[in-house]
């Protein structure tokens, strides 16, 4: 499975991005496609994620109420929605993926196989 993420780009606070995580190759029903954001000073973090079956879950602290995570199966993408983007927001999103990942370990970048590119988005304050 290759994944390639898209859509980050240059945006004012207060403004809104979507994200586009494209997946080739076949996938089960127990795929779950992840968005991680990294930045130069912090450690990978976890956005949100959603299995193909459904189940999804996000990082509550950071973008609660703010961003939605969405599938399409039958074109194979996932889709991130970003409103009210904060400066604080500023990172390279990476989608990855795993068909091995347990709904309590969404959050663990270690159990996804596979990592997109990673697309960058700016947040202008």
């Known amino acids: 499975v290759q994944l390639q993420a898209s859509g980050g780009g240059l945006v004012q606070a207060g403004g809104s991005l979507r994200l586009s995580c494209a997946a080739s190759g076949s996938t089960t029903s127990r795929f779950v496609t992840g968005w991680f954001r990294q930045t130069l000073s912090k450690e990978r973090e976890f956005v949100a994620a959603?299995?193909?079956?459904?189940?999804?879950?996000y990082n509550g602290d950071s973008v609660k109420g703010r961003f939605t995570i969405s599938r399409d199966n039958a074109n194979n993408k996932v889709y991130l929605q970003m409103n009210n983007l904060k400066p604080e927001d500023t990172a390279v999103y990476y989608c990855?993926?795993?068909?091995?990942?347990?709904?309590?370990?969404?959050?663990?970048?270690?159990?996804?196989?596979?990592w997109g590119q990673g697309t960058l988005v700016t947040v202008s304050s």
């Open positions: 990855a993926g795993g068909s091995r990942i347990i709904s309590s370990a969404f959050d663990r970048p270690q159990g996804y196989d596979y």
């Open positions: 959603i299995r193909r079956s459904g189940e999804y879950r």
